[in-house]
């Protein structure tokens, strides 16, 4: 994997960070840079920590400055590399009650119902694709708010996982979907590989109702202008048939 960070900065002190490799379609972490401290939200792939701590000094900090790590879910490729970055430092890892327990390794998540057009992409799983377990020290609920940026307003979005989390920050105008939602060839779609698709579009609905303008996807290019109402517009072009193969992750 390379280690030139690809940042955006999406909204002011939020930066988009792709994650390369070919193994997910257009991975996501996101990096809030203030000044009490960096946090991260998602940690990429197991192998993602040097990647992150390029990206990190890149935007003029260091590992010793990350304070905070917010999990959106707990599939290997948000939460991966999360174990490792908790050895930088005093570091606290947030997640969704109900991912706690996968994330800490304790139980398996829940396996993804994959219709046949995505099984076209991949293979129905017969693991739940968990990354190194990372312990959690603090679980939130729909409507927790985190102190960042001003207040990050915590909405539980099942569907993906059933503990899945999306992020508003009001103060910045902008969302932070994980998986629920996503960009692919300039569309922005409803999520792929869920528990529960049609709580995912539940989900997806609760997102555009923050009325944000900007969103950050767990995977693909970020919306800068109108986000919530392309969120609300979002197609669903794996629901059924098959469709052209890539890798959403």
Do not use: K, Y
Request: hydrophobic share 45%; charged share 15%; net charge negative.
């Amino acid at each position: 994997m390379a280690h030139t960070p690809n940042l955006l900065e999406i909204s002011p002190s939020l930066f988009q960070l792709r994650i390369a490799g070919e193994h997910a379609h257009a991975l996501n972490s996101f990096i809030l840079v203030e000044d009490s401290g960096v946090s991260l939200i998602d940690t990429g792939w197991p192998d993602s920590a040097t990647l992150i701590e390029s990206a990190v000094n890149a935007l003029g900090r260091t590992r010793n400055d990350v304070t905070r790590i917010i999990l959106t879910h707990f599939h290997e490729d948000h939460a991966g590399s999360a174990a490792a970055i908790t050895e930088w430092g005093d570091i606290q890892v947030i997640a969704g009650a109900p991912e706690a327990s996968a994330i800490r390794g304790n139980e398996p998540g829940p396996l993804a119902q994959l219709t046949p057009a995505e099984i076209t992409i991949h293979a129905q799983p017969t693991v739940p694709p968990a990354g190194p377990a990372c312990r959690v020290d603090l679980t939130v609920v729909d409507g927790s708010v985190i102190n960042i940026a001003g207040g990050a307003h915590v909405l539980l979005t099942p569907g993906h996982t059933q503990g899945s989390i999306a992020l508003h920050l009001p103060a910045l105008d902008t969302v932070l979907t994980g998986d629920t939602v996503a960009e692919f060839g300039g569309e922005v779609i409803l999520g792929v590989f869920n528990v529960n698709r049609a709580e995912t579009r539940r989900s997806a609905n609760r997102i555009a109702a923050t009325g944000a303008s900007i969103a950050g996807f767990g995977h693909g290019e970020a919306v800068l202008h109108a986000a919530s109402a392309r969120i609300a517009a979002a197609t669903d072009p794996f629901a059924e048939e098959p469709a052209t193969a890539v890798i959403l992750g």
